[in-house]
């Protein structure tokens, strides 16, 4: 038996040396590695098989880096550098996938985990988000070490594993961990921006949106409470048609759409590369801000980043047809522009409703990053990172319209950027949690090649 788990070793180690980072992509895709919110449908045993899998891909990574296991299987690697004054960086990303909507399976062009690659692409949940980050980061590291590469400035990676639902076990282990070890950060950079190449602004230039900052989070249950029984007496507004009431007036009543910090310093940045009148409009935002605005609400891929979102998601009543429930709930969910909190959301929210009748409970998100400085040091090397191996594309700050683990790392760092230099389309970026989840290969290559740039000048 010894002799068999010898071989078995050998030859994963053998197969992994072998392999091109497209194939070792391809076979993290077939690791299962999915958070479920009911943490006990989690196989665990996917994820030590995940961190087994990077131990034997990048044996330098992991032998020369200070490697540890933080929270059972999420990974702080550690890369000292030659000057203790200065200040290390981190690069963060996270092991997890969402799981396949049930009854979707069958609409993949190739099935969700077993990590096709065809007509140049890879196929596969996680391909996105966000096994391309943290493959990408160790290929890069990988690469670096072989070439013997001594950064000055220490780099830090950690990888969480569970930032799918929420992160408290993974990143905001790994933070205390961090923590413990007395460190802080120049800078950091976790998931979200990417390089759009169908952007109807620049269409001969792909823009690379680095995010500066993420929109905060929010759910809200409703319940209504009322009299219930027999169908063939019923009250004259039952809890369904009242809580049914609220959640209409609710979406009936959105908020208003504003420009903030980061989507203004994005118009600004792309202004000197449009055409007129886009180039009067983006450089006068002063003026036309209201109207930028408006126009980028009427839109549904654009309308995230200019209001504070509301989607009803959940709704639970009754037990039987012929039965009126006493009791009717609903979940609400919002993504907040950065300066709005959920104390505000909740109070428009009471006064649309205007019914004493249906209650409102939350737990706020806790921990919304701050606005990071996009004239800085950390923003100016991902900046130079793009531009060496995309030197046409535009480099502009921007609004992550999602969340990230980045929370956890709030007070570690100086300032926060989430960015992976994967080019896609507007399209392809929706099959994110979605269906069809694929990566270009050349896209996927050229991200480790910005990755190895914002490792090598980020630590110099």
């Known amino acids: 038996m ?21 194939q070792r992509l391809a076979e993290a895709v077939r690791i299962q590695t999915i958070s479920y919110q009911e943490r006990e449908r989690i196989d665990y045993a996917q994820f030590q098989r995940l961190n087994d899998y990077l131990r034997v891909s990048y044996p330098l990574v992991f032998a020369r880096l200070q490697v540890e296991t933080v929270s059972d299987y999420s990974l702080l690697l550690r890369w000292p550098g030659s000057d203790d004054s200065l200040k290390p960086i981190l690069f963060t990303a996270h092991t997890d996938v969402v799981p396949v909507e049930p009854g979707t399976e069958d609409d ?17 949940r996680g391909t996105l988000d966000d096994k391309l980050g943290v493959m990408g980061l160790l290929e890069a ?10 950064p000055r400035r220490g780099i830090v990676f950690a990888f969480g594993h569970d930032e799918e639902i929420s992160g408290e076990q993974g990143a905001a282990s790994l933070a205390a961990r961090m923590r413990e070890l007395d ?37 809200i249950t409703l319940v209504a409470t009322g009299e219930g029984g027999h169908s063939s007496n019923p009250p004259r507004i039952s809890t369904i048609g009242r809580l049914s009431n609220a959640l209409a007036r609710i979406e009936a009543n959105p908020f208003e759409p504003r420009l903030v910090g980061p989507v203004e310093a994005m118009f600004e940045t792309i202004a000197p590369y449009v055409g007129q009148p886009e180039r009067f409009v983006f450089n006068n935002l002063w003026l036309t801000g209201g ?30 047809e012929n039965v009126v429930p006493q009791r009717a709930e609903a979940k609400v969910n919002f993504r907040l522009l950065p300066g709005d909190t959920a104390e505000g959301v909740v109070e428009y929210i009471r006064e649309v409703i205007n019914d004493p009748q249906v209650t409102i409970s939350y737990d706020p998100w806790e921990n919304v990053p701050p606005i990071s400085d996009h004239q ?5 090397v991902i900046s130079e990172a793009v531009t060496a191996v995309y030197p046409e594309a535009v480099v502009t700050p921007s609004l992550l319209t999602a969340t990230t683990d980045t929370r956890h790392y709030i007070g570690l760092s100086d300032n926060q950027y989430r960015f992976h230099g994967v080019m896609m389309s507007a399209g392809q970026a929706s099959s994110i949690h979605g269906t069809n989840e694929f990566i270009d290969v050349r896209s996927y290559e050229k991200s480790i090649l910005i990755a190895r740039e914002m490792l090598r000048r980020g630590a110099r």
Do not use: C
């Open 2 to 22: 010894l002799r068999f788990f010898v071989a078995m070793t050998v030859l994963l180690i053998s197969t992994a040396s072998f392999a091109s980072p497209v």
């Open 108 to 124: 993949w062009a190739h099935p969700a985990f077993a990590g096709v690659v065809a007509d140049g692409r890879i196929y596969g």
């Open 141 to 150: 590291a990988e690469q670096l070490l072989a070439e013997g590469f001594v």
């Open 183 to 219: 460190l802080h950060f120049e800078w950091m950079v976790d998931e979200g921006g990417m390089l759009l190449s169908d952007n109807p602004l620049l269409p001969d230039r792909p823009m690379a949106m680095v995010n500066v900052a993420e929109k905060g989070y929010l759910t």
């Open 291 to 320: 109207i930028v605005a408006s126009r980028m609400d009427d839109e549904r891929l654009t309308l995230p980043f200019v209001r504070t979102t509301t989607a009803l998601t959940m709704i639970n009543a009754g037990v039987k």
């Open 376 to 380: 800085a040091a950390g923003f100016q």
